[in-house]
Nanobody
Framework: QVQLVESGGGLVQAGGSLRLSCAAS????????MGWFRQAPGKEREFVAF????????RYADSVKDRFTISRDNAKNTVYLQMNSLKPDDTAVYYC?????????????????WGKGTLVTVSS
């Protein structure tokens, strides 16, 4: 019932910035918390950040805290990830995700819907 489409990935130099967007659709989209995971080549998919469906409360992985900012525009059914001070180890496919339960947003097994991903490459 929820479809997620990411955009905004690309190539950036270390220290630079990108803003990812995830457009959500579906009549029940506002019942879901939304956020981001990422997966580097040969690595497990890992939690990045989530925001509650109505905005407000957010949660970040320690690896991105103070560098990334998640936000949500409910009028546009879109969640954003502002990525600053990018590092080469931020290189990954970034996946938008929707989770019905706040208690499980940091776990891949708890995600109810996934986007197809957008590639972020950080060069040094």
């Amino acid at each position: 019932q929820v479809q997620l489409v990411e955009s905004g990935g690309g190539l950036v130099q270390a220290g630079g910035s990108l803003r990812l967007s995830c457009a959500a659709s579906g009549r029940t989209v506002t019942n879901y918390h939304m956020g981001w995971f990422r997966q580097a080549p040969g690595k497990e998919r890992e939690f990045v950040a989530f925001i509650k469906w109505s905005g407000g409360s957010t949660r970040y992985a320690d690896s991105v805290k103070d560098r990334f900012t998640i936000s949500r525009d409910n009028a546009k059914n879109t969640v954003y990830l502002q990525m600053n001070s990018l590092k080469p180890d931020d290189t990954a496919v970034y996946y938008c995700a929707a989770d019905r339960l706040w208690s499980t947003v940091a776990t891949t097994s708890g995600v109810d819907y996934w986007g197809k991903g957008t590639l972020v490459t950080v060069s040094s």
